[in-house]
């Protein structure tokens, strides 16, 4: 498995075309990419404008490629880069510590 936790920073008069757009992908991306396993959207209690997703994967690879590749992602990027500050995202990477711990894996198993 493959974590990707992601820190958006979002203009504020961006909110809403933001909200649209980042719930269409991570819809999106549930439905359409076998990949994906999780994709949560967290909105911060003490700054309103501070957003941070968290995506599972089946592996590096589905993330990577297969979700960079999906037909709704460039829709997304585009959002991003409208709505987003200057230097307001940041990704960062993990693998779970105990994947067998993680409901999501029996997913992984049964590919």
Known sequence: MFTVIVSL?????????FLAAIR???RATRRDEPGCLRFDVHRSTDDPQR????????????FREEHRAAPHYPAWRAAAAEC???G???????????PEDIPESSA????
């Open 88 to 98: 307001g995202h940041v990704n960062t990477f993990f693998v779970p510590s105990f």
């Open 9 to 17: 920073q979002v203009r504020p008069e961006k909110t809403d075309r």
């Open 24 to 26: 269409a992908n991570s």
């Open 51 to 62: 957003f941070l997703l968290y995506e599972l994967y089946r592996d590096e690879k589905a």
């Open 108 to 111: 992984v198993e049964a590919l």
């Open 84 to 86: 987003v500050v200057d």
